[in-house]
């Protein structure tokens, strides 16, 4: 087996897994399992691809290195961790937005006030206030932000939504849209051109299937 | 944990004196002659650099005096920071260095980047471009005929954003799109700037996979842009190169310092470029003069892992191009 031929593609763990997983069978690739399996590679022969299950915030670590030549993963990853990966296709899943939200006129507008931003994107919450020259101060979470405004941590939140539905039931509300968000599928630069024929085929592939 | 015994450490050292070593005999053929970039400089005469890499990633030194110095962010323009006070029009000069670049890295601290680079002063023509562009080449093959090369010419992507009225602001934000190759990114760009047919065509041609696209220049700057490509690739084929070379118009490269041709020189299992260069004119203003320049660096550690590679594979020794190009 000569590992040039083959496509090593990380799959961010979890609710993009599952979306990729679907377009995959749909597109009539054989031999993806998921990560259920437990393992956390699996390789098609027939196909040619390893898929590597790896966390989402991992998955441009592991594509921009080499390790894998094309991840799946959310463009909120993508802007989070600045990657300059090839954004070869949107997968047109995982459709959310990327909103700032907070408790209804409960957060100070004045630009000389110090806005306190709970997130699990540091990097995006500094770069977005930062071109609106907003003062902030970040309050960095692994999960569960929409507490942070509730208990008085912070003053709004910066988070993914897409139903609206979890800040409802907290209380809360969009304040600002910041940008959409959709999974990607994304490339190492080098792999790319050294790959390209293979790649533009599963590209092909799944182009029939996600418009 | 185990560590190399030292004779495998002496023998990477060895290795990479030797790699050293061939490239510079190549450059020496080809009448480039030694120079030595400084180490160090004032910080005020990098800032026209920090635009494209950021302050922070200099490194700097407190020198006796209390001035701050920084330790060379890099060679190209170490060199012409040096050399453009005395520029004289009618000089021509070939030089190349073999030194090491310094970067600041927030997870990694200080990095050494050992560099080996040509620049071409005081030519501005075709053959210049060229042959600059075969010598790459030529290195590059070497050390390996698997390489892949990327060319491209800056003039054709800002030839485009001069026919776009939008802040400049929003213009970056238009080339990082275009860097990514986000074709999604750039459908959505397009919708919201209201842009007209020619320039959305023109948009999305850029990001044709392996530069096999149609292109529809705009404008005088792009028409020759691609001129200047076809006659290059043209040339390139009579070396019997045309097959490793790829055409990219979407490449725009870390240091945006580089007007018209540029390029990059990849391996394959190798994920970082192996060498890159290109035309830098405009760049030398900055430090007071114009000169015409081209020129590439190529990573020295990176072509002493091929090297090595080639060497427990058993090929045979890299040896010098039998004839000069030049």
């Known amino acids: ?211 | 944990m185990e560590y190399n015994p030292i004779f495998q450490e002496i023998e990477f050292l060895r290795e990479k004196y030797k790699t050293k070593k061939i490239i510079e005999d190549t450059l020496i053929k080809e009448g480039y002659e030694y120079f030595e970039p400084p180490n160090f400089d004032d910080l005020d005469r990098f800032l026209p650099l920090t635009d494209n890499i950021g302050q922070a990633s200099i490194v700097k030194v407190i020198a006796g005096d209390s001035r701050i110095l920084a330790l060379n962010p890099d060679n190209t323009t170490s060199i012409i920071s040096w050399i453009a006070p005395f520029w004289q029009d009618d000089v021509k000069l070939k030089l190349f260095y073999s030194s090491p670049a310094f970067r600041s890295d927030k997870d990694v601290g200080i990095i050494e980047i050992d560099q080996i680079g040509v620049e071409r002063l005081g030519e501005k023509d075709f053959q210049t471009d060229a042959g600059t562009t075969l010598l790459a080449l030529d290195i590059l093959n070497q050390f390996g005929s698997d390489f892949i090369m990327e060319i491209s010419n800056s003039k054709y992507v800002n030839g485009l954003l001069e026919e776009i009225d939008l802040p400049s602001s929003v213009k970056r934000r238009l080339k990082g799109i275009i860097y990514r190759k986000d074709k999604k990114g750039l459908n959505d760009f397009i919708k919201i700037s209201s842009l007209s047919e020619s320039l959305s065509n023109c948009l999305m041609s850029i990001l044709a996979p392996q530069g096999d696209g149609k292109y529809f220049p705009l404008n005088q700057t792009m028409e020759e842009s691609l001129q200047e490509l076809d006659a290059l690739r043209e040339f390139l084929n009579t070396y019997g190169y045309l097959d490793r070379v790829f055409l990219d118009l979407s490449m725009i490269t870390e240091l945006d310092y580089y007007h018209g041709l540029t390029f990059k020189g990849y391996y394959p299992g190798y994920f970082k470029e192996a060498l890159s260069g290109g035309r830098y004119d405009p760049f030398t203003e900055k430090y007071g003069k114009k000169i015409p320049a081209v020129g590439f660096s190529l990573d020295l550690d990176q072509m002493t892992k091929i090297n090595l590679d080639r060497s427990q594979k058993g090929c045979e020794p890299i040896g010098l191009p039998e004839n000069s190009r030049s």
Request: charged share 30%; aromatic share 8%.
């Open chain 1, 1 to 211: 087996m000569n590992l040039l031929d083959y496509l090593k593609i990380a799959v961010a763990k979890g609710r993009t897994e599952r979306g990729a997983a679907e377009i995959f069978k749909k597109a009539g690739f054989k031999g993806y399992v998921g990560s259920e399996s437990r393992s956390l590679t699996c390789t098609c022969e027939e196909e040619k691809i390893t898929y590597i299950y790896v966390k989402p915030s991992d998955v441009t670590t592991y594509v921009q290195n080499g390790a894998a030549d094309l991840g799946i993963v959310g463009k909120d990853m993508l802007l989070e961790h600045s990657s300059s990966l090839y954004e070869i296709l949107d997968l047109g899943f995982g459709k959310c937005h990327l909103a700032v939200a907070g408790l209804k006129d409960r957060y100070p507008r004045s630009k000389e006030e110090t806005l306190r931003v709970a997130t699990s994107y540091p990097n995006i919450t500094k770069s977005y206030f930062g071109e609106k020259k907003r003062k902030i101060k970040v309050v960095e979470l692994g999960g569960s932000v929409e507490l942070a405004p509730l208990l008085g941590l912070s003053d709004v939140i910066v988070d993914l939504v897409e139903t609206g539905r979890t800040l409802k039931a907290n209380g809360l509300k969009v304040i600002e849209e910041i940008c959409e968000i959709s999974a990607k599928l994304v490339a190492n630069r080098i792999s790319y051109r050294f790959k390209y024929e293979s790649i533009n085929q599963l590209v092909k592939r799944l182009e029939e299937v996600c418009s």
